[in-house]
């Protein structure tokens, strides 16, 4: 089979890495991809929001299959437009995809099915949320709507500050459009958890949990970012309480998804807290997780393309998946300044000396300039370690990021260590 991979990330680079091993694809080409996808598949320069061109470029090149890894275009309806051509693609189609694109629409679907979240109301007037605000107890969660890059969600200790991020959102548009509705909600206390699962209607095949760490710096400290970092599995956590968010939250939510006429096909992501009352959703992606996805996927010992080939046809509930039992630590590597500006260009060196000690090197922002990797975005690698215990692919991990130079690099120190207190 021919495959399209659309995205440029980390995550991209991994579902191409793991498509790869399947013995059932004949061609891979990736859209627009980055430095590291092109030494495994072909990269076509066309934006993942060039829809027209990335339809003729797939009945060009014959492909069987898409697999569209960013939010973006899944919420700008990228799978109605490939399926409108003919050609299968593997994700939520664009009705779907608002269980990510809307939190309001997230927040109502989970309340009209009972399915535990934190309690919110939602505003379209700066002068009510704020009379709302007023009354309510610290710490306190605005959310913007919309998109908004991982960057739309405050968590507020101080009134000034959640008055702040409702006035940016709502009067400054720093969001734009994504700001037209803003949702307070309660700040839930707990650890945080991600659950991935491949999707299929009512069919739910959850994927091995796995533990971002979103802030930039050491101890949770500072500004959001993408992901920093992460790790499976996760052996502080009791495997009761994953099944319990798997029984109480995912499966109901794709019930619910069908109910409501708008059948989710793809991965679906929950981003969860487990309270002293359970776990309980603070979000759903519609899409794999960045990331997470480059600890999941070297975990995973079914062929990618069967499961995906699976979901497409129907036949999910068939099939077994299995998991083998490594632990797998990432490791981000950023640009400086990164998430804020940050510097494009810089040359890498040392990346055959990590992968030399047996590390994955996923890449996220590369560029290939003059026979070189330079750094081409925020978040640059992700380095992952395996292991039979996450200290020992902590430590691999670690290895091989300290082979790793460009000039200004920031990664985290302390990633997976909630796993070993
Ligand atoms: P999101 O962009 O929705 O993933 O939110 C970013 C981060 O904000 C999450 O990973 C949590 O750490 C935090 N967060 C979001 N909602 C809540 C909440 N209701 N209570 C506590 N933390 C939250
Ligand atoms: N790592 C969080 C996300 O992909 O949304």
Redesign the pocket.
Same mark, same amino acid.
């Given at each position: 089979m021919n495959i399209l991979v659309i995205g440029s990330g980390g995550r991209e680079h991994t579902i191409v890495w793991s498509l790869n091993k399947s013995d059932k694809v004949s061609k891979l080409y990736c859209a627009p991809g980055n430095a590291g996808i092109a030494q495994i598949a072909e990269c076509v320069p066309i934006g993942v929001f060039q829809f027209d061109e990335l339809v003729a470029f797939a009945k060009e090149a014959s492909i069987d299959l898409v697999f569209v890894g960013p939010d973006d275009p899944l919420a700008q309806g990228i799978v109605d437009a490939f399926e409108a051509a003919g050609i299968p693609a593997f994700g939520p189609n664009k009705a779907a995809a608002e269980i990510e694109g809307s !939190?309001i629409f997230m927040k109502d679907l989970l309340k009209k099915y009972n399915i535990p979240t @934190?309690k919110y109301e939602t505003f379209t007037d700066f002068e009510s949320a704020l009379t709302y605000l007023k009354a309510q107890d610290l710490?306190i *969660?605005i959310?913007a709507d919309g998109l908004a890059a991982?960057? /739309? *969600?405050t *968590?507020a200790a101080s009134f000034e500050e959640a008055e702040e991020a409702l006035r940016s959102i709502m009067v400054e548009k720093v969001f734009g459009d994504a700001g037209n509705q803003v949702v307070i =909600? =309660?700040?839930? @206390?707990g650890q945080?958890m991600s659950i991935l699962a491949f999707v299929d209607g009512e069919t739910v095949k959850s994927m091995v949990p796995a533990q971002?760490h !979103?802030p930039i710096f050491d101890g949770d400290k500072g500004p959001?970012t993408g992901g920093m970092g992460t790790y499976t599995p996760l052996p502080h956590i009791q495997q009761s309480i994953i099944d319990e968010a798997i029984e109480n939250i995912i499966i109901p939510t794709a019930k619910a998804m069908v109910s409501e006429g708008r059948p989710f096909r793809g991965v679906l992501f929950a /981003?969860l807290?487990i309270t002293k009352d359970g776990p309980k959703t603070? =979000?759903f992606n519609a899409r794999m997780g960045d990331p997470e996805t480059q600890v999941v996927l070297p975990r995973l010992k079914t062929d990618l393309l069967e499961i995906v080939l699976a979901a497409m046809n129907g036949t999910l509930a068939n099939l077994e998946i299995e998991w083998n039992n490594d632990a797998a630590v990432c490791v981000v590597i950023a640009s400086e300044g990164y998430p804020a500006n940050y510097p494009k260009g810089k040359v890498i060196t040392g990346l055959e000396t990590a992968e030399a000690k047996g590390a994955l090197v996923f890449h996220a922002g590369t560029a290939m300039q003059d026979g070189q990797f330079v750094t081409n975005g925020g978040r640059v690698l992700g380095v992952v370690g395996l292991g039979e215990n996450i200290q020992a692919a902590r430590a691999h991990a670690y290895d091989a990021v300290a082979s790793i130079q460009f000039e200004g690099m920031q990664s985290r120190t302390d990633i997976a260590m909630k796993a070993l207190v």
């Open positions: !939190k @934190a710490p *969660v959310k991982g960057k /739309g *969600v *968590v =909600e =309660e700040f839930l @206390a945080e971002d !979103k959001n /981003g807290m603070i =979000e």
